[in-house]
């Protein structure tokens, strides 16, 4: 049990570039996210899923775009690197809410940290 | 709108002291979910607590304790006789519907 994972950890883009990030999770969480962190501006969300096949946006979601074609799988692509999205991007799953129970939480991945130059 | 403050930035207090961490939430959903998360310097985000919009019952997990209080829309985070493995970054959050929203965090140092 991987929990959830991110590919890659690492990665250094020139601006204009594209890349995805691969999130993947084996606990069967029907919600994904993707989450930008930055200094002093918490996590804020990108875009999130509900489920397969679904995607909607976060607070921040200019400039990527997501799919979500298999349950455990959500993808984050950058189709353009800016050096505004420099940031640490994590990946998190969940149970609905409905379901989850008192102490169902999302769960997070380790992040992958992205610089743009 | 939705939105989680955590007005202190940084705080510093000498092992064995007790701090608390505040944060205050704002919603109009009358269902929602607090939680509370810590960051240590490796970067994970370690889940501490959840708790339900109906239930304002106060939660102490050993050196944790949890005040939350709807009248005052706080749900506040106390660590009793802190220790240097406290030190971390801590984040409150808020789930209504599908989305979650984070404070920006209380960085925490415990000074040996």
């Known amino acids: 049990n991987a929990g959830v994972t991110q590919t890659p950890k690492f990665r250094v883009l020139k601006t204009g570039q594209s890349m995805t990030l691969l999130c993947a999770q084996d606990?069967?969480?029907?919600?994904m996210y993707w989450y930008r962190q930055d200094p002093g501006m918490g996590l804020r969300l990108i875009h999130y899923s509900v489920g397969e096949g679904t995607t909607a946006k976060g607070e921040v979601p200019d400039g990527y775009n997501v799919s979500r074609l298999k349950k455990q799988n959500f993808l984050l692509g950058l189709e353009s690197a800016a050096p505004s999205q420099t940031s640490v991007y994590f990946c998190?799953?969940?149970?609905?809410?409905?379901?989850?129970?008192?102490?169902?939480?999302?769960?997070f991945g380790p992040g992958t940290r992205l610089t743009v130059l | 709108a939705q939105k989680v403050t955590q007005a202190q930035t940084e705080i510093s207090v000498v092992e064995k002291e007790d701090v608390t961490l505040d944060c205050v939430y704002e919603?109009?959903?009358?269902?929602?979910?607090l939680f509370w998360y810590k960051q240590p310097p490796s970067g994970e985000l370690v889940f501490l607590i959840r708790r339900n919009s109906f239930d304002e019952q106060n939660e102490i997990s050993g050196r944790y304790s949890w005040n939350f209080q709807k009248s005052t829309s706080s749900f506040n985070f106390t660590i009793t006789a802190s220790q240097v493995v406290d030190s971390a970054v801590y984040f409150c959050a808020l789930n209504t519907g599908n989305q979650f929203y984070f404070g920006t965090g209380t960085s925490l140092t415990v000074i040996p």
């Open positions: 606990m069967n969480h029907e919600y």
């Open positions: 998190a799953s969940s149970y609905s809410v409905q379901r989850a129970s008192s102490t169902d939480t999302q769960y």
């Open positions: 919603t109009r959903d009358t269902t929602y979910y």
